[in-house]
Each structure stands twice: as structure tokens, then as C-alpha cells.
């Protein structure tokens, strides 16, 4: 199998220019494209993984999930092949910060950036959730441009109706264990694209609050300017059973639209429509009682 060294050739087309990153399987270099002239991410699997067929089938998984979806919001792939023994695939090259890495600078985000950016990767869900289930959703994996646009990354736990359906073992979790659902810890290879809105909630609470959530927390005791509505948001998106969460990733959206515009005034809270119906109800009463004494 054939090392990467810095400057090298991979081939023939992709010049190594440094190493981005590596995770648990896998290195992301940055190259450049010698027959687009473009700088793109080429992701390989680490060399003691190489001789896995276990490995091999799961980074041919990822690959294969990439190419099929196309959505703004979702890593592109452009190339995936093969070279002298070694398995890659080439992606765009995003110059961007991961949510984990906003959280450590800033602490925690304001809402309507929180709202944003959620909002951006529950589209690019409902997009890949035709298809497959990511099911490692964290702010590690997603990713924020200079451009304020946003891109969901690594699929390599995703969960497709296919031939590698499979391929997860039954009882295995996977995924980072803060944001796993409770049914995918229960079982990863049964889940839905439900299992996707549990971290989502997750998410929400932890981007406003700058730490995740305690068991039975409210948001709003950490961020008392937000409506009772958010509390709600988080326990429905959050639930243990996955039939009381938002059935689809466009209606977490939906909701969560909603709930910034109570925080902004632009709808009334359910406490502000109790208090106009009960406004109502006293005015009828004192209307009734006037043409009594009349």
C-alpha cells in the first residue's frame, strides 16, 4: 500500500499539500486537483485499518452515501477510487469552523445563530433521510463557512436501506455516546431517521446554554429570556420514546421557527394567548354583569 508523504502525487491527479485531520478510520489531507486546479479534501483510511475488510466496507459506505445525496448542505464528493492499494475518495474543501470549534471560542451562540444553523442542517436531513440516517450527528461533524453557509459531514455511520444494512451489529451503538438516541443505544441497526432528531435537541440546548443539558433541565434556567415554548421544543425533540419526537427533520425545523418568533414577539406565547383569552372571558363577564344591573 502506498504512503502518503507531503508534496507527493496520488493517482496521479491529487497533490498533497498537508494533512487537515484525523479521526477514528480515517486522514483528511488537503490537495490540489492537477486537472481542475481546485484545492479539495482527499480522505483515506489510516494504514492500520487497511487490511480490514470491516474498515474497507464502511469507508466504501460513506463514499457511496456521499456521492448519492446532493444537496448545498451536505459535503460534496467528486472522485472515489481505488490507487495502488490504498481506498480514497475525493470531497470539496470546506474552510470553515466545526460547531465544537465555535462552542470553545465563543462559549456559547446567540439564538437567532443557533436557529440558523440548525435550521440549514435539518434541510440537509430531510434531504439525506430519503436515502440513509446519519446517526453521529454532533457539533464535531458539523461545519460552518466563512460565508455563514453550512455543511454536514461525515456519513460514515449512516445507515442505508442496502446491501451494507448489515453491516451494524445488533446491540452496537456507535455515534458519540452524548448524542445518541436511546433507541440507537439499545439498538443502532433498528433505528430511523427519528434517532436523528434526538441530537438535534440535544444540540439546540447546548449551543444557547454552552454545555448540554442535565437530565430533566430546562433551557430557560440557564436562558430565562426565552419562552416557556423552548422548553417544550427541546423536551418534544428529546424525548425518550421516539413516537412523542418530531416525526421528520422539517418539522423540528418548523417548530423551532416558531419558537424564535415568540422570542422575537413576532407570535404570541401560549401565556400571552391564556392571558388574552382570559382578558376576554373577564370583559364578557363584565359586559353581562353591566346589562344584569341595567
Not at 508534496?7 to 479521526?23: E, H, P
Not at 440537509?124 to 454536514?152: C, F, K, Q, W, Y
Request: net charge positive; hydrophobic share 40%.
Amino acid at each position: 500500500m502506498s504512503t502518503i508523504e507531503i508534496g507527493g502525487t496520488i493517482a496521479d491527479r491529487y497533490v498533497v499539500k498537508c494533512k487537515l485531520g484525523q479521526g477514528g478510520m480515517g486522514a483528511v489531507y488537503l490537495v490540489a486537483d492537477a486537472a481542475t486546479g481546485q484545492e479539495k479534501a482527499l480522505k483515506t483510511l489510516l494504514p492500520k485499518y487497511a487490511q480490514s475488510p470491516h474498515a474497507a466496507v464502511r469507508f466504501v459506505r460513506e463514499a457511496n452515501t456521499l456521492m448519492r445525496l446532493n444537496h448545498p448542505n451536505i459535503m460534496k464528493i467528486y472522485d472515489a477510487r481505488q490507487w495502488e492499494g490504498m481506498l480514497f475518495y475525493v470531497m470539496e474543501y470546506v474552510d470553515g469552523k466545526s460547531l465544537r470549534q465555535w462552542l470553545k471560542e465563543r462559549k456559547k451562540l446567540p439564538l437567532n445563530s443557533v436557529v440558523r444553523v440548525l435550521c440549514l442542517v435539518a434541510d440537509a436531513l430531510n434531504h439525506a433521510h430519503r436515502l440513509t440516517i446519519h446517526r453521529d450527528l454532533a457539533p464535531e461533524n458539523i461545519m460552518v463557512l466563512a460565508d455563514g453557509s453550512v455543511r454536514l459531514l461525515d456519513f460514515g455511520l449512516a445507515k442505508l436501506d442496502d446491501r451494507y444494512k448489515d453491516l451494524t451489529c445488533v446491540g452496537t451503538n456507535l455515534g458519540r455516546i452524548e448524542y445518541i438516541a436511546p433507541e440507537q443505544q439499545m439498538n443502532a441497526a433498528k433505528v430511523d431517521k427519528r434517532a436523528d432528531i434526538y441530537p438535534m435537541g440535544i444540540m439546540f440546548f447546548e449551543l444557547l446554554a454552552g454545555r448540554r443539558p442535565k437530565f430533566d433541565e430546562k433551557i430557560t434556567d440557564l436562558c430565562p429570556e426565552l419562552p416557556p415554548e423552548a422548553d417544550e421544543f427541546i423536551r418534544k425533540a428529546t424525548a425518550s420514546d421516539p413516537n412523542k419526537r418530531f416525526p421528520t427533520a422539517h418539522a423540528f425545523r418548523d417548530e423551532l421557527l416558531r419558537v424564535y418568533k415568540i422570542a422575537q414577539g413576532e407570535l404570541p406565547s401560549k401565556a400571552a394567548q391564556q392571558q388574552g383569552f382570559m382578558s376576554r372571558m373577564l370583559g364578557r363577564l363584565k359586559g353581562l354583569f353591566a346589562k344584569k344591573a341595567s
